[in-house]
């Protein structure tokens, strides 16, 4: 079973940048597409990016597309989410986790790590 660490999370400042880190533990995500996904507290967890095992292919949310940029360095079994421009609603719990393909926006894996907190103030 792969266990999942997100990483990076902090409290910036509308307009700021961070960078979030997702390590792969025990089995690793050979092969997988791989996605970020967050949950702010009262709603559901949205799918936020997604990227191919060779990168080639990414896909975003379109409240994220221009500013947050996924991407992966499979030796290191990590992922990554660039964000940038950030906004105040952009505030919640990021989470990693295996996608069933680039066009999915469902996660596959049923545990999930413990997340990484951003939030952004205006």
């Known amino acids: 079973q792969v266990q999942l660490v997100e990483s990076g999370g902090g409290r910036v400042q509308a307009g700021g940048s961070l960078r979030l880190s997702c390590a792969a533990s025990?089995?690793?995500?050979?092969?997988?597409?791989m996605g970020w996904f967050r949950r702010t507290p009262g709603k559901e967890r949205e799918f936020v990016a997604a990227?191919?095992?060779?990168?080639?292919?990414?896909n975003y949310a379109d409240s994220v597309k221009g500013r947050f940029t996924i991407s992966r360095d499979n030796a290191k079994n990590t992922v990554y989410l660039q964000m940038s421009s950030l906004k105040p609603e952009d505030t919640a719990v990021y989470y990693c986790?295996?996608?069933?393909?680039?066009?999915?926006?469902?996660?596959?894996?049923?545990?999930w790590g413990p997340g990484t907190q951003v939030t952004v103030s205006s």
């Open positions: 990227i191919t095992w060779f990168s080639t292919t990414t």
């Open positions: 986790n295996a996608v069933g393909s680039i066009a999915s926006s469902n996660p596959l894996f049923n545990s």
């Open positions: 025990g089995r690793t995500f050979s092969g997988y597409t």
